[in-house]
């Protein structure tokens, strides 16, 4: 689904916050979670009473059908192997964060969910976060101070494959019970994300999810428990994930009753399925999105929205720098040379997109808007892998160098048509070079298990977008080990001090001008080829209202279908 403010959470959850000193640290720290309501003494808070939940319009009943292009490895939401798909079902659906992202500010903006309350010290150091009364699990069980502790300590704990998320909490020093309904998280330095990484913290009920060894936690892939306004019913492999509205939720229910995310990997099967009425909503491809809605017939029953936000994401090539092909920063200069990216954007945006030049939203403070993005240069590609010593010593028509030739394979999400269309690009232009590339199609449960694993030599993939992002999680060497998501194995000791600095620093001009100098870094040494993003497209059935655009996308919970429009019963 599209809650995209859910994208606050790790990976991407990845998404949002820091600390200076005094009056100028408390200052800031308050700009950060941005009058939430009314700022005072430190801290925010809201109204916890029912009555001030804004009512949904419309009749209860009916389902949601969401296609996915792929089947999610696990509903685990701390798990290495989620992701967004595994948070699009059950973040904020299943289990909810203490705290939730504003969906209608393009900054960091958090607004109270399971908690009332954060209290900030002087020094930033501490900060105390009290729950609202009345919050239950969907078994009847209240939310308490137990809960949120035993979910940072199951986060903390190096035997729960999270190392990813784990990343973000490293300034983190300890979590103490004040009463049953407030604990206190102490903080070792300032850090700008340690206010959104509080506030999306999942809370996980202890009572059911309680273990002797990590590893009975990391095995729990299915059947997702907490306090959202959906329940889990059943996970069907191979064809879709089915939640079922919460009837005793503790804050207001959605209107929809049943939530179905079917997999389906064809994009012209899925777009069968929505003609068909089998599914409600998807994402689209370019091509589809730029010709379909000219169709009357289509735009009479189908909704067409196309909007630019933060949280969107981009795609990239990685290449991976324990292979003697990609250890030398020229070489992945050359391989981003050989990709014609305008190309790319033409081919598989429709001309929608746009080139990148590094990780930072395009439209956002971080991104510096002086770099531009390496040209398509087979000339250039050519000089830059002789400097280094590739060269067709044997006249086979392919470089090498110590007697390796230089050929790899490039993997990518078999069945993803425009992967495919890159892949022949990356494999013809490369030819043109001396450099041979084998296609090396997979899919996604086999796929990712080889990113985790480092098992590959170069892949194509996406990440999802942030409103402000901090690289530590993808570009920082100490993400290399456990799992972690610097899956190229990029090293950089600039990159890394940079990264840290920015980390700690909590004027946000400041710390903008240490990610262009990183943004400056990262396109020099081009860990990765950053190659695109566009805009976010969703196709939606007209019989869904109250489908409101909100600046980080729309938000499902809001929807209803009117009694004489309803499907299914």
Request: hydrophobic share 35%; net charge negative.
């Amino acid at each position: 689904m599209f809650l995209l403010f859910i994208f606050l959470t790790a990976m991407l959850a990845m998404q949002f916050l820091g600390m200076l000193q005094s009056d100028r640290l408390y200052v800031r720290l308050n700009t950060l979670i941005d009058n939430v309501s009314d700022i005072s003494s430190g801290s925010f808070s809201q109204p916890t009473s029912n009555d001030d939940v804004d009512s949904y319009p419309g009749d209860d009943g009916d389902w949601l059908v969401e296609a996915f292009p792929a089947e999610v490895r696990t509903l685990n939401l701390l798990s290495v192997n989620s992701d967004m798909n595994t948070r699009d079902i059950v973040s904020g659906l299943v289990i909810e964060t203490l705290f939730e992202q504003d969906p209608d500010s393009d900054k960091t903006k958090l607004r109270p969910k399971l908690a009332e309350s954060m209290d900030i010290s002087d020094d930033g150091l501490e900060i105390t976060v009290t729950l609202k009364e009345n919050t239950h699990f969907s078994d009847g069980v209240a939310v308490t101070a137990e809960d949120v502790i035993f979910t940072y300590k199951t986060i903390m704990n190096q035997g729960i494959d999270c190392a990813d998320l784990r990343g973000y909490y490293e300034n983190f020093t300890g979590i103490e019970k004040i009463d049953n309904r407030t604990v206190k998280f102490t903080v070792s330095e300032r850090y700008w994300k340690t206010i959104p990484m509080i506030g999306s913290m999942y809370v996980f009920p202890k009572h059911i999810y309680d273990f002797n060894d990590p590893k009975e936690f990391n095995d729990r892939n299915s059947n997702p428990i907490g306090s959202g306004p959906y329940v889990f019913e059943k996970w069907s492999i191979g064809q879709s994930v089915v939640l079922k509205r919460n009837e005793s939720y503790w804050g207001k229910k959605p209107k929809i009753k049943k939530r179905v995310f079917k997999f389906i990997k064809n994009a012209v099967a899925t777009l069968q399925a929505l003609r068909s009425g089998e599914v409600d909503i998807f994402e689209p491809g370019s091509d589809q999105v730029t010709d379909l809605p000219k169709d009357p017939d289509f735009a009479k029953n189908f909704r067409t929205i196309i909007i630019w936000e933060p949280t969107f994401g981009y795609w990239y090539i990685g290449w991976n720098q324990q292979r003697e092909f990609f250890k030398d920063k020229r070489c992945r200069q050359a391989m981003t040379c050989i990709m014609d990216r305008e190309v790319i954007v033409e081919k598989s945006t429709r001309g929608n997109g746009r080139v990148i030049s590094g990780p930072f939203y395009i439209n956002g403070a971080q991104n510096n808007p002086t770099i531009k993005p390496w040209p398509y240069d087979l000339n250039k590609a050519a000089e830059l892998l002789d400097a280094v010593g590739w060269i067709d010593t044997d006249d086979d028509g392919i470089r090498d160098k110590n007697g390796i030739p230089f050929s790899f394979k490039f993997s990518y999400l078999a069945g993803n048509t425009s992967a495919e269309e890159m892949a022949r690009l990356l494999k013809d232009n490369a030819a043109k070079v001396g450099v041979d590339v084998i296609a090396d199609p997979a899919e996604w449960s086999v796929f990712i298990e080889r990113l985790n694993a480092g098992k590959f030599d170069a892949m194509e993939l996406m990440w999802g977008g942030v409103i402000e992002a901090d690289p530590h999680q993808i570009f920082h060497s100490s993400q290399i080990a456990g799992r972690g998501n610097n899956r190229v194995h990029y090293r950089s000791d600039i990159a890394d001090e940079l990264i840290e600095k920015a980390r700690r620093e909590l004027d946000e001009e400041k710390r903008y001008a240490l990610y262009h100098k990183l943004h400056s870094v990262l396109h020099d040494d081009q860990p990765y080829t950053f190659l695109m993003t566009r805009p976010r497209y969703y196709f939606i059935d007209r019989r869904f209202e109250n489908v409101i655009v909100h600046k980080l996308g729309v938000d499902q919970l809001e929807w209803y279908v009117p009694k004489n429009k309803q499907r299914y019963k």
